[in-house]
């Protein structure tokens, strides 16, 4: 996610009235502080953050444990992080957000007669995996399956499992045999787990973009203000 501080002058306008109280070091270094944590607070803000607006505008509920045995709740615990943080030789810094595909899963999803239905955002339409299936493995990892390979190209349908090589699909392959060594390999038992769109992809809207602008443009200064001064009244003190 690219956003600019618009406010840049009135930054550099601060630093430069505490030229005659603090090191040039001191001022960088702290201002590279006040910066970062700017950002943090942009991806936790309970109005505009990264983490709420993926609440508010998905259908994400959480159930069960991904392939890579995260939660929903380590998902969003990680979903985002200041990369890179700004130093005092470069005051500039990013938001990095996960590129991980999700469970479809964790979006609610229904069965039908034909596959399984479901819905990442609140406002978009449904959507549809023909031939799939809930089902819980003998190793109690629950999940939305296949048997056979994803395939982009035909939307959301699966080849079958059997012209298969093992370990091709979308997600995690599964054998009968890797759940109870007592099944031989069998590319029929082969399932793959259904996965959908990633954090990165839900937050790429020009409102979660715009709101996280406002926020950063607002308060950037005012945090750089109150790091500098605090820097100089601790050093009133001695």
């Known amino acids: 996610m690219y956003v600019e501080i618009k406010k840049r002058e009135d930054i550099e306008k601060i630093m430069k009235s505490f030229e005659k109280e603090l090191s040039a070091d001191i001022i960088l270094t702290k201002t590279a502080t006040a910066i970062n944590d700017v950002m943090k607070r942009a991806i936790s803000n309970k109005e505009h953050g990264i983490k709420i607006s993926i609440k508010k505008k998905t259908n ?5 444990k991904g392939e890579d045995g995260k939660t929903m709740t380590d998902m969003l615990r990680n979903v985002a992080s200041v990369k890179p943080y700004a130093n005092k030789s470069n005051l500039w810094a990013g938001i990095y957000i996960s590129t991980r595909k999700l469970p479809v899963m964790w979006f609610n999803p229904k069965n ?7 819905s990442v955002y609140k406002s ?12 819980t493995l003998d190793e109690g990892h629950t999940g939305i399956f296949g048997r ?12 079958k499992a059997s012209k298969l090589s093992e370990g091709i699909g979308m997600g995690k392959r599964y054998t009968k045999q890797e ?3 007592k099944y031989p390999r069998d590319k029929k038992d082969a399932m793959t787990e259904a996965y959908t769109t990633s954090p990165f992809n839900m937050t790429k809207s020009k409102q979660l973009v715009h709101g996280i602008q406002m926020y950063i443009d607002k308060e950037a200064a005012k945090r750089v203000m109150g790091i500098l001064q605090g820097q100089v009244d601790k050093i009133k003190k001695y």
Do not use: E, I, M
């Open 179 to 181: 759940v109870d060594p």
């Open 148 to 159: 056979g390979r994803y395939l982009k190209k035909t939307k959301l349908k699966w080849t």
């Open 124 to 135: 978009g339409g449904q959507k549809k995996f023909s031939n799939a299936f809930k089902a």
């Open 112 to 118: 039908s007669k034909s596959g399984v239905t479901f």
């Open 60 to 64: 994400l509920k959480g159930y069960g």
